[in-house]
């Protein structure tokens, strides 16, 4: 198991190198200098700060010293400081001279976009755990279709025209939701319950709409897993040494359909990360992917990079705990590995 | 044709598609008005008899606009998945015939593509490109290859010590002859599977740019930015929210549908195979 982990671990460090370069590629992507994009949104900007940017920047350097130079300020998680006039610094909060400590972007949009992900995870995970197995266990006959085709439209739903329409129909028709942001108004004078139940109250649309995706990709595959694995001889054995229905299903057939979804899980994380840009502009959330957004639009460049480069680094760190989820529960693989 | 008919999904699916192509194909004949006519004395008028799904809040009809629209869709899906196709067979054709080092560079490069959150990638690229349906075209479709290129290499895996293969390649075959004659032809239908899934993503992905102002730009209509502008009206005009939304999801059914009912039409010719 040590071995492999080393290994795996290893293997990162070219692929955090490749994510850097693609990053730094896309910056200059970006026809022309970036100090003049800049100033196109800024044209109080006068020649002599263009000339700090460019020197910040080392954008008077050939493009292999540039990188270099990213690159070692990356390393040190130092992504520098947005373009935008606040200034704030990309990932990390810092203290100035005088003790005052200004936080970093990342550091307060990465845990909304967490939390709504993760609670939407766990809905997809036990919704469609149940969904895909009630399928299989109905193959063809109507739990199934009903469930087929429910499923087949969850996949083709834009989430943003939902989302639209949920908001509308649920927050301005009928004041059910709020229908923007993640607190109320007089959310810092609220007791403790109160705060709890406000959050909730909020989070439900934009978890239901970043869910239903998954949702139904991961029923979707359970079913076909669970059909897969109900014809395999060990489950006639375990039919024929008399266990019950139950036991076959959910003891024999359902743990060895769950064993992939770990990866499963873990591919889909870019995906979930990249879907919450329109999400959270919907509903305003100032997550990740608004935080992306707005960068891109402002062309706030250390912004664009931090978030390219942070979002994709979580990525690697999600599959290589999916791979060590993975080798950790099939003993098949655990013991391949230590032997 | 024969193969469609023995399963429901897919001929619904295909049925959804040809009506989507016959809509994109012949809309200049179908479209009652000008899809761009701005008329002030008809503004958000609700769904009528002269005006099938309203009119819009420059007083555009929305369904000459919708008709419009589906020829982006088609375009954006179909280009943006013939991009993808070719780069990810190609490359998983190569890594799957050469192995070895090759085959772990190019495997390599498609991990570190896939730990990418691909719309982010696309959303940086498009906006410092200047939006286009061109540019939108060719970014998706460089950002969703790597999907076939794992499939490709696994066929060609699989493919590379049959007989057949090596009775060709030691009569002679060059290595592009043993690709395209032997080792392509026999990889083509899951390829066609993910194409046709790839399809409906593609159009997602569209319509979600389009929404978020950095797809297909006015006055040229698509099913995406006819949803944002519905967005300013949606208290008072719910069909300018209502039949885009519900465009885009038919047509992304139709895709899945195929997709889905194709998959299950060859798979048991598949799992033979392996046996």
């Known amino acids: ?339 | 044709m024969k193969i469609l008919t023995q399963n429901p999904l897919a001929l619904s699916g295909f049925i959804i598609i040809v009506s989507v192509l016959f809509i994109a194909i012949f809309a200049p004949w179908l479209s009652p008005y000008d899809p761009n006519y701005i008329d002030i004395h008809s503004i958000l008028l609700p769904p009528s008899a002269s005006h099938f799904m309203g009119t819009d809040g420059l007083g555009r009809d929305v369904f000459s606009r919708m008709l419009y629209g589906s020829r982006i869709s088609l375009l954006v899906g179909i280009v943006a998945v013939g991009i993808a196709t070719v780069i990810g067979t190609f490359l998983g054709a190569v890594a799957g015939f050469y192995r070895g080092y090759i085959d772990s560079i190019i495997m390599r490069f498609v991990d570190i593509m896939l730990s990418i959150p691909t719309f982010f990638l696309i959303l940086a690229v498009i906006a410092f490109l200047t939006p286009s349906i061109w540019n939108i075209m060719i970014v998706i479709g460089l950002t969703s290859w790597m999907g076939v290129t794992r499939l490709v290499r696994a066929e060609f895996l699989s493919l590379r010590n049959r007989e057949y293969i090596l009775a060709a390649e030691a009569m002679g075959a060059s290595d592009y002859r043993l690709i395209s004659k032997h080792l392509l032809p026999n990889s083509l239908t899951p390829i066609i599977v993910t194409s046709v899934l790839g399809i409906a993503s593609a159009v997602l992905t569209e319509s979600g740019l389009s929404f978020l102002g950095l797809g297909v730009q006015a006055p040229q209509s698509s099913w995406g930015n006819i949803l944002t502008d519905g967005k300013e009206y949606i208290q008072f005009a719910w069909w300018l929210s209502l039949f885009p939304g519900l465009a885009i999801l038919i047509t992304v059914l139709g895709y899945n549908l195929l997709g889905e009912g194709l998959r299950d039409l060859l798979d048991p010719k598949n799992k033979n195979q392996q046996k």
């Open chain 1, 1 to 339: 198991m040590l071995n492999y982990l080393i290994k795996r671990l290893l293997w990162m460090i070219p692929m955090l190198i490749g994510i850097s370069l693609i990053s730094f590629f896309i910056m200059h992507l970006a026809p022309g200098d970036i100090t003049a994009s800049e100033s196109a949104f800024n044209p109080k900007a006068s020649e002599e700060s263009r000339q700090k940017l460019r020197a910040l920047y080392n954008l008077d350097k050939p493009l292999v010293t540039q990188y270099s130079l990213w690159l070692k300020r990356i390393v040190k998680l130092d992504f520098g400081n947005s373009f935008a006039s606040h200034q704030r610094p990309v990932l990390w909060e810092t203290k100035d001279d005088k003790g005052n400590i200004t936080k970093g972007m990342i550091q307060d949009a990465l845990p909304i976009t967490l939390m709504i992900n993760l609670i939407g995870l766990l809905i997809i995970f036990v919704l469609s755990i149940f969904l895909g197995v009630v399928s299989a266990v109905n193959q063809n006959r109507w739990p199934d279709r009903l469930i087929t085709i429910i499923v087949f439209i969850g996949f083709a739903v834009p989430g943003f025209w939902l989302a639209l329409l949920l908001m509308y129909w649920t927050g301005v028709t009928h004041s059910w939701l709020p229908i923007s942001g993640l607190h109320s108004v007089g959310y810092e004078k609220m007791g403790l319950m109160a705060q709890y139940l406000d959050l909730i109250k909020h989070l439900i649309l934009p978890v239901f709409v970043s869910s239903l995706g998954g949702l139904a990709s991961i029923s979707l595959y359970v079913r076909n897993g669970m059909l897969d694995v109900l014809q395999q001889e060990f489950i006639t054995t375990a039919r024929a040494k008399g266990l019950t229905e139950n036991k076959v299903v959910y003891g024999h057939a359902l743990r060895n359909t769950l064993l992939p979804l770990i990866t499963i899980v873990g591919l889909s994380i870019p995906g979930l990360i990249g879907g919450s840009v329109i999400g959270e502009s919907i509903f305003a959330i100032s997550g990740m992917g608004k935080l992306f957004f707005d960068a891109v639009l402002m062309r706030d460049f250390p912004v664009v990079m931090g978030i390219l480069t942070i979002g994709s680094v979580l990525t690697l760190f999600g599959n290589l705990i999916a791979d060590i989820g993975y080798a950790w529960a099939d003993p098949r693989i655990r013991r391949g590995i230590t032997n």
